[in-house]
């Protein structure tokens, strides 16, 4: 599937430790809050970046949930599956009224009325990268006789987990369709860098599951510790798989057995792992020499199938991508 077309109800959760969708009382999280909450009901477009898992998509759903759009639908769409021939890619996606969107950008089909979120925009082909900007840029011009405001009721949010800066002098997302989609950039902290928000959101994760099996399990002190001292290299996808995989095969109790498997024991014992931001290389080259970008995210890739078995869907679920970009992240 490359698109998925959702309907939310216009009035998401507000608590301390939750706004909308997302979850969190540290002070990273609590910024997140007050900066979606600046840019909600504005309207402009907006750029999400971080980690894979760190929970891009529902920060978009929850910025289109307090928008004045949140009655018409979320649009998602997987950029890496988008062909560079727009007649072919437009087959693919649901339709809506007409509008300049569909005039301009035909991958995009008739979706005009709502939020569109277009997922790793740097994974979508240049030629459509051109069209997109020249869309944004004639969305973007003062209202006329000939382009009333009216006609242009649809809003962009776009999200990478790369660096749209160095992405930009890579050739791999075009200059001024990034000019257009930052008018507001939004920056998704890590689950590492949360403060204890990972113990709160496993509980969260584990009150969760046991409303959907009418049970009352709980995490041992153990648990509780090495939840806190993991730097979730996954984030919170691989936080919220952990938890359900582990309340799957445990009692009441849920032990420290139940929650690792090696790699994650290995991951305590050394205080570290390789997470997409983090290059420097433990391999035979010694210290001193680093990976590329594109080098780690291999290594994350691989580290993650194999802690799965080679089960690419769970591995792609606990990176929070595709298996189509888990793929593509192999094959560089």
Same mark, same amino acid.
């Given at each position: 599937?490359?698109?998925?077309?959702?309907?939310?109800?216009p009035?998401?959760?507000?608590k301390?430790?939750?706004?909308?969708?997302?979850?969190?009382?540290?002070s990273?999280?609590?910024?997140?809050?007050?900066?979606?909450r600046?840019?909600?009901?504005?309207?402009?477009? $907006?750029?999400?970046?971080?980690?894979?898992?760190?929970?891009?998509?529902? $920060?978009?759903?929850?910025?289109?949930?307090?928008?004045?759009?949140?009655?018409?639908?979320? #649009?998602?769409?997987?950029?890496?599956?988008?062909?560079?021939?727009?007649?072919?890619?437009?087959?693919?996606?649901?339709?809506?009224?007409?509008?300049?969107?569909?005039?301009?950008?035909?991958?995009?089909?008739?979706? $005009?009325?709502?939020?569109?979120?277009?997922d790793?925009?740097?994974a979508?082909? #240049?030629?459509?990268?051109?069209?997109?900007?020249?869309?944004?840029? @004639?969305?973007?011009?003062?209202?006329?006789?000939?382009?009333?405001?009216?006609?242009?009721?649809?809003?962009?949010?776009?999200?990478?987990?790369?660096?749209?800066?160095?992405?930009?002098?890579?050739?791999?997302?075009q200059?001024?369709?990034?000019?257009?989609?930052?008018?507001?950039?939004?920056?998704?902290?890590?689950?590492?860098?949360?403060?204890?928000?990972?113990?709160?959101l496993?509980?969260?994760?584990?009150?969760?599951?046991?409303?959907?099996?009418?049970?009352?399990?709980?995490?041992?002190?153990?648990?509780?510790?090495?939840?806190?001292?993991?730097?979730?290299?996954?984030?919170?996808?691989?936080?919220?798989?952990?938890?359900?995989?582990?309340?799957?095969?445990?009692?009441?109790?849920?032990?420290?057995?139940?929650?690792?498997?090696?790699?994650?024991?290995?991951?305590?014992?050394?205080? @570290?792992?390789?997470?997409?931001?983090?290059?420097?290389?433990?391999?035979?080259?010694?210290?001193?020499?680093?990976?590329?970008?594109?080098?780690?995210?291999?290594?994350?890739?691989?580290? $993650?199938l194999?802690?799965?078995?080679?089960?690419?869907?769970?591995?792609?679920?606990?990176?929070?991508?595709?298996?189509?970009?888990?793929?593509?992240?192999l094959?560089?």
């Amino acid at each position: 599937m490359t698109s998925a077309t959702t309907r939310l109800s216009p009035l998401p959760s507000t608590k301390g430790n939750q706004y909308g969708l997302l979850m969190g009382s540290s002070s990273s999280m609590q910024q997140l809050f007050r900066r979606i909450r600046r840019v909600s009901g504005s309207g402009v477009n $907006t750029l999400l970046t971080g980690e894979p898992g760190s929970g891009k998509k529902r $920060t978009a759903l929850t910025l289109h949930q307090y928008s004045p759009l949140a009655r018409h639908p979320f #649009m998602a769409i997987d950029c890496a599956m988008l062909s560079d021939d727009p007649e072919e890619a437009a087959g693919s996606l649901p339709s809506a009224s007409s509008s300049l969107a569909c005039q301009t950008l035909p991958c995009f089909g008739q979706f $005009t009325l709502g939020t569109l979120y277009l997922d790793e925009i740097t994974a979508m082909p #240049m030629k459509l990268q051109d069209k997109l900007a020249t869309m944004l840029a @004639h969305n973007s011009q003062p209202a006329s006789a000939a382009h009333p405001a009216s006609q242009s009721p649809l809003r962009i949010i776009a999200a990478t987990q790369h660096d749209p800066i160095r992405a930009v002098t890579q050739g791999r997302l075009q200059e001024q369709l990034y000019f257009q989609l930052a008018q507001f950039p939004v920056q998704i902290p890590p689950l590492r860098e949360r403060d204890d928000d990972a113990v709160e959101l496993a509980q969260h994760f584990l009150q969760h599951f046991n409303r959907q099996t009418t049970s009352s399990k709980s995490f041992s002190r153990d648990v509780i510790r090495q939840i806190r001292n993991h730097d979730w290299p996954g984030n919170v996808s691989e936080l919220r798989k952990r938890v359900e995989q582990a309340h799957g095969r445990a009692g009441e109790i849920i032990t420290a057995t139940e929650f690792c498997d090696q790699r994650f024991e290995d991951s305590l014992i050394s205080g @570290h792992e390789i997470s997409p931001l983090d290059h420097q290389k433990t391999t035979s080259d010694g210290p001193g020499s680093w990976l590329s970008v594109s080098e780690a995210e291999r290594q994350l890739v691989i580290n $993650t199938l194999n802690s799965c078995q080679q089960n690419r869907q769970q591995a792609a679920a606990l990176l929070g991508i595709t298996v189509e970009v888990l793929d593509q992240k192999l094959a560089q």
